[in-house]
């Protein structure tokens, strides 16, 4: 008989989705391990069907109204909005995810898509959302800063031919082009955390089910932008060599699992080059296991800027993409069980 859909526990509150406060650790964990009794819920580890679910970059830096980049999407609320499906999403269905494996934007201010990393020919940084094109480095309109060279051991002239091979390799990939960032996720900061409400629904999982989240860092390479958990944007150097390297290890224990449910921030950026590395990988392998990931498109939203940038049509692109490739689109309020090949 197919497992049914859990109540919502009375703590979540919708209304403190877009806010940031303290979870009540010892208090959830009592309430946690009383749900479990209450609704016979078992250890994770019992599990015959093994379900991943991957919630990207759900910290408060993308998902908090009037911090740094924020994903309102085209309704101007997009990620409160989406954090409330995915918390709902976890307790409704808290006894048959397995394992939660959130990612961490992790950055620091000396990165190559934050502006102190630039200057042009009057010494200025680029404004936040700036696009950098290779016509732009080869042309001198933005260059190393020698400046921050010195603490991070970056040679002048090999940043500056780094620079060139760098966003001639997105170009190549079809990336999107070098974007100056606002500072944002800053590691040891409070846009760094999850966001509070998500943070209360993982740990309150992790309880429940006797489950320990995999949290998966990225982001912390100077010379690289890091969107995908699985991989870098450029991996190596104008010389050749290897500057980063690929989450070969979180692939392995991904396809491990009987499905694999992907959400998260943003949609056009993060989790779009997640899927699609994923994807890539699983190519490699088998394209068989493409059948086991599903996209729950109603807890992501795309980067809109308004007057500035909109990836809302970009995102839609890729995700046909990956649908087309044999990848489940879905939504949070549909029943799990009934998700296409969703073998529960």
């Not at 109603?298 to 995102?315: F, L, N, Q, R």
């Amino acid at each position: 008989m197919p497992a049914k859909e859990l109540p919502v526990p009375s703590h979540f509150d919708p209304k403190r989705v877009g806010q940031v406060w303290r979870v009540p650790y010892q208090e959830r964990a009592a309430e946690a391990e009383k749900w479990a009794r209450q609704h016979r819920i078992v250890p994770a580890a019992r599990d015959d069907f093994r379900v991943c679910f991957v919630p990207v970059d759900v910290q408060n830096t993308f998902c908090i109204p009037d911090f740094e980049l924020f994903v309102g999407g085209r309704s101007g609320a997009g990620a409160v909005e989406d954090n409330g499906r995915l918390c709902e999403f976890i307790y409704r269905n808290l006894n048959l995810i397995t394992q939660i494996c959130p990612t961490m934007d992790t950055h620091q201010a000396l990165q190559i898509f934050h502006s102190i990393f630039l200057i042009n020919e009057n010494g200025e940084h680029p404004a936040p959302y700036t696009l950098i094109s290779a016509n732009d480095i080869k042309n001198g309109v933005w260059k190393f800063n020698p400046e921050v060279g010195e603490i991070l051991g970056l040679n002048e002239e090999y940043v500056q031919g780094y620079l060139q091979h760098y966003s001639q390799q997105l170009q190549r990939g079809g990336k999107y082009e070098l974007t100056i960032w606002p500072y944002h996720a800053m590691l040891g900061g409070i846009g760094h955390a999850l966001v509070s409400v998500v943070e209360e629904a993982i740990f309150f999982h992790s309880i429940a089910r006797k489950s320990q989240p995999d949290f998966q860092i990225k982001g912390n390479n100077p010379l690289t932008e890091n969107y995908s958990v699985l991989s870098p944007e450029v991996l190596r150097d104008h010389l050749g060599r290897a500057i980063a390297k690929k989450n070969n290890a979180l692939v392995k224990r991904l396809l491990e699992f009987d499905a694999i449910i992907i959400a998260g921030q943003a949609k056009s950026h993060c989790v779009a080059w997640t899927v699609a590395d994923l994807l890539t990988e699983i190519k490699k392998l088998d394209k068989n296991l493409v059948e086991r990931v599903y996209l729950l498109e109603d807890c992501m939203s795309p980067v809109v800027v308004p007057g500035v940038v909109d990836y809302t049509e970009a995102a839609e692109v890729a995700f046909q993409k990956f649908a087309d490739d044999g990848m489940h689109r879905v939504r949070s309020t549909d029943a799990i069980v009934s998700w296409p090949d969703m073998k529960i």
